[in-house]
């Protein structure tokens, strides 16, 4: 059983658009929601992180929503510059040293 | 500041022969360790992790082992490589207690 899923798994956006990448999970135990962006043939990047404790989180032109109770969250990515387009990781732990990754969502910003 | 340094940065290998993946930290003390292993295109799978020298948890098992033999460095190894072990694998570090994780540059391994 899938713990953590990300929708959609490619999204294609303009310059200057606002980008929306949903993620959801199973175990009411996580509380440390992480998201990752990765470019081709590179490690992943520590992007934004959120709490269970928090429903927003911003940082710089990213902002996580997250909804404890549907338990799912979504990153925005505010005015998407093509530097943007990489493959956006949604993770999920309980702080047992165990972290569950969705199947990423591969973003494109077009000029 | 800490640096997560990878070796080697490619490998190709053939199916049965050993392998051994490295991984270092620097600038930090007591770093939780963490394997991952990544399919191309595909997600991230944690392999194995690490909160003190010489004490590895598997996660998963894929014929793989890995071991900490110093507090900055964490192996990943097998006697006898299959095709299923092609891949990206990737070190990772957390400070002690946090969740948030640091990944490296990852090791790309073709096995033909």
């Known amino acids: 059983q899938q713990q953590v899923r990300q929708s959609p798994q490619s999204l294609t956006v303009w310059e200057g658009e606002t980008a929306i990448l949903n993620c959801s999970y199973e175990?009411?135990?996580?509380?440390?929601f992480p998201w990752y962006q990765q470019f081709p043939g590179e490690g992943p990047a520590l992007l934004i992180a959120?709490?269970?404790?928090?429903d927003k989180k911003e940082d710089g032109g990213f902002t996580i929503f997250f909804n404890k109770r549907e338990k799912n969250l979504s990153l925005h990515i505010k005015d998407s510059q093509p530097g943007d387009s990489a493959t956006y990781f949604c993770?999920?732990?309980?702080?047992?040293?165990?972290?569950?990754f969705g199947d990423g969502t591969q973003l494109v910003v077009k000029p | 500041a800490q640096t997560i340094h990878q070796w080697p940065v490619a490998e190709i290998k053939a199916v049965g022969s050993p392998l051994s993946l490295g991984c270092t930290i620097k600038g930090k003390s007591s770093p939780n360790l963490y394997w991952y292993w990544q399919a191309t295109g595909g997600t991230l799978q944690q392999l194995f992790y690490s909160i003190t020298v010489g004490q590895v948890e598997s996660v998963v098992q894929l014929n793989l082992s890995a071991s900490r033999p110093k507090d900055d460095q964490f192996i990943l190894s097998t006697e006898k490589l299959l095709l299923s072990h092609s891949g990206f694998y990737l070190c990772?570090?957390?400070?002690?207690?946090?969740?948030?994780?640091?990944f490296g540059p990852g090791t790309r391994l073709t096995v033909l």
């Open positions: 990772a570090w957390s400070p002690l207690g946090e969740g948030e994780q640091y």
């Open positions: 175990n009411s135990a996580f509380d440390y």
């Open positions: 959120i709490r269970s404790v928090s």
């Open positions: 993770a999920a732990s309980d702080n047992n040293n165990r972290i569950f």
